[in-house]
């Protein structure tokens, strides 16, 4: 799968659950760890504000996308307070690359 699409598809399911910046439409990104980044850096202020200002809704949206609760009680309690936000994305967005990845890998040929 191109790099390119696996990102897009990425802000996809991010803009499911939350509400990703206007115009972020294409990460223009050619590799994975370009595409992570930029998706961290675009999401994090997103995650902060609901950190802040509407944490249940964001614990709901962290178990539905199925990040483990042992993880993010151990980015809120371990991370230091500025970084919370940031680990927090870096790992909600790690959490949607690996669905992506395996959806593609277990999806059935066409016969």
């Known amino acids: 799968m191109a790099e390119r699409d696996l990102a897009n598809r990425?802000?996809?399911l991010l803009n499911?659950?939350?509400e990703v910046p206007e115009g972020i439409e294409d990460t223009?990104?050619?590799d994975e760890d370009k595409a992570r980044s930029l998706l961290v850096e675009v999401l994090?202020?997103?995650i902060r504000r609901m950190l802040d200002q509407s944490f249940e809704q964001l614990l709901n949206i962290l178990y539905r996308i199925d990040l483990p609760e042992p993880k993010v009680i151990s980015l809120l309690e371990e991370s230091a307070p500025e970084q919370v936000a940031a680990n927090l994305?870096?790992?909600i967005v790690d959490r949607q690359l690996e669905k992506i990845k395996l959806r593609e890998r277990y999806r059935q040929s066409p016969d």
Do not use: I, N, Q, R
């Open 16 to 18: 499911k659950h939350f």
């Open 44 to 46: 994090t202020p997103v």
């Open 10 to 12: 990425t802000l996809e």
């Open 89 to 91: 994305t870096a790992a």
């Open 28 to 30: 223009a990104a050619d």
